[in-house]
Nanobody, 126 residues
């Protein structure tokens, strides 16, 4: 069993930055992909970014590429999502998710991930 705990959300002004963390526990992650999703008010959950643990390969949704950066710290079993140049439309609950042995063609598909954190709220004011 894998446990994921997100932190780092908050209320910020547009144009500023936040760093979200996703602390994992329960097993080793050498063959895992960890992803970030978000759900904005009144919208469906959408994929944001992902990182493959074994080689640091990263993947981004088009509307965050260049503003958001996903990374990981193997020693801490923690994944990070750096959010820069935040916009009001980035307001959402952000979730991390994990799955082992995931083909890169499927990193954006939420149904592929069996493990999820509880979410952390990010609110961006204009």
């Amino acid at each position: 069993q894998v446990q994921l705990v997100e932190s780092g959300g908050g209320l910020v002004q547009a144009g500023t930055s936040l760093r979200l963390s996703c602390a994992a526990s329960g097993r080793t992650f050498s063959d895992y992909t960890m992803a970030w999703f978000r759900r904005a008010p009144g919208k469906e959950r959408e994929w944001v970014a992902a990182i493959r643990w074994r080689d640091d390969a990263t993947y981004y949704a088009d509307d965050v590429r260049g503003r958001f950066t996903v990374s990981r710290d193997n020693a801490k079993l923690t994944a990070y999502l750096q959010l820069n140049s935040l916009k009001p439309e980035d307001t959402a609950v952000y979730y991390c998710a994990a799955r082992s042995l995931l083909d890169s063609d499927f990193v954006q598909h939420e149904f592929k991930y069996p493990y999820w954190g509880q979410g952390t709220q990010v609110t961006v004011s204009s």
